[in-house]
């Protein structure tokens, strides 16, 4: 097994598996985030990757309308549970970026 020379090894990993995926795809910007969105509703991830993808979605001008119809369209498919589950961390997603937000905005006054 080789040996990590990074102090993040796994968000090194991570990031190196989401490049590849992205050069893999064929999707445009918009809609590779909006499906790696609905992949996090479907697998019920946690609140972190969330944040992650609702912020890259952000820069790509993605708007939390969008955000809901995907999660509308594939309702009939993961079910109502994973859908208020979804809901629930894209909130304390959001939660903790605004807390990130207040933090930053603290450090520089």
Do not use: C, F, H
Request: net charge negative.
């Amino acid at each position: 097994m080789a040996e990590s020379t990074s102090e993040t090894p796994v968000l090194d990993l991570l990031a190196s598996m989401t490049a590849d995926s992205i050069e893999a795809s064929s999707l445009d910007a918009e809609t590779l985030v909006l499906v790696r969105i609905a992949a996090l509703a479907a697998v019920d991830a946690p609140s972190v990757s969330y944040l992650l993808n609702l912020g890259a979605a952000s820069e790509l001008g993605i708007d939390p309308e969008q955000v809901r119809g995907v999660l509308a369209a594939i309702a009939p498919i993961v079910g109502t549970a994973r859908i208020a589950s979804a809901t629930g961390k894209i909130v304390d997603a959001l939660d903790v970026a605004l807390e990130v937000a207040e933090i930053d905005e603290q450090d520089q006054q």
